[in-house]
């Protein structure tokens, strides 16, 4: 099931940046833990590895022997990462399903790459198709999931009527890379979010394809929290949270105020 782009993204985004204008971040993090998708184009198998802002993009043929790109995360956002190797063209990668869905190279050439002694090697073009292979859930639970957030307090509650825009993020990712969606793994706007008393039942999204498609994810992850408008709301991070069952619940004092 998708639904269309949320412009909760792009307003969480905006939140985001205009709390870096009053606030200052002492996470030293150097960025988010590692993330990797993978797809195959027949027997040939392509695997990204994301570590902070660096990447390594491996492409292994039907006889075992691997190829790599590797250099810097320059975006990350809606489903698209944008790689910028060592040498050779920008290669932008389309997420689907967990895994990669489509890899396109800058003014349609190949993929630069180095042999398994390091050594330059004959560049790959990309493929014309490629099948996302989606990672197994960790904890063994692929239900679509549910962020639940208690002990929401009268204030926040009433700040919340103006607008509630939630992202998950990889752990360890600072605001700046928030600002920028790098990290982002899912999210919600204010249609996807009920709010009953103390509590706030949030459904979470996750880029595929063109549009948004239920997250089944698990692992740990950071949640970056904004109550009210973009302009004057409350911002709030809540870091390492274990997302393994198909409901998660945490309470609104575990998260800290960025604002």
Do not use: H
């Not at 292994?60 to 990462?81: F, M, Q, R």
């Not at 396109?104 to 073009?125: C, H, L, M, R, T």
């Amino acid at each position: 099931m998708k639904k269309r782009y949320p412009i909760g993204i792009a307003a969480l985004m905006l939140a985001i940046g205009l709390v870096l204008l009053g606030c200052s971040d002492d996470n030293s993090s150097s960025g988010p833990g590692t993330k990797t998708y993978s797809g195959e184009d027949g027997d040939t198998t392509y695997e990204l590895k994301i570590t902070g802002d660096d990447y390594v993009l491996t492409i292994t043929d039907s006889e075992g022997t691997k190829k790599t790109n590797s250099g810097t995360v320059i975006s990350d956002s809606s489903g698209t990462i944008g790689l910028q190797p060592e040498a050779g063209k920008t290669i932008v990668i389309t997420t689907e399903s967990g895994g990669i869905g489509g890899i396109e190279v800058g003014d349609g050439g190949s993929i630069s790459v180095k042999d398994e002694d390091g050594n330059p090697a004959a560049p790959v073009a990309p493929p014309a198709e490629i099948t996302p292979v989606t990672p197994p859930a960790v904890g063994g639970n692929s239900a679509p999931k549910t962020l639940v957030i208690t002990g929401i307090t009268s204030a926040q509650a009433s700040q919340g009527q103006s607008g509630i825009n939630i992202g998950i993020f990889q752990r360890g990712t600072t605001p700046e890379q928030a600002m920028s969606m790098i990290g982002y793994v899912a999210g919600a706007e204010s249609e996807d979010v009920t709010l009953s008393g103390s509590t706030l039942t949030v459904s979470l999204w996750t880029p595929s394809g063109s549009g948004y498609t239920e997250w089944t994810g698990s692992g740990n992850y950071d949640i970056y929290l904004i109550l009210g408008s973009i302009y004057s709301g409350s911002a709030y991070r809540r870091q390492n949270v274990s997302f393994t069952s198909a409901s998660t619940t945490v309470t609104a004092t575990s998260f800290s105020p960025l604002n």
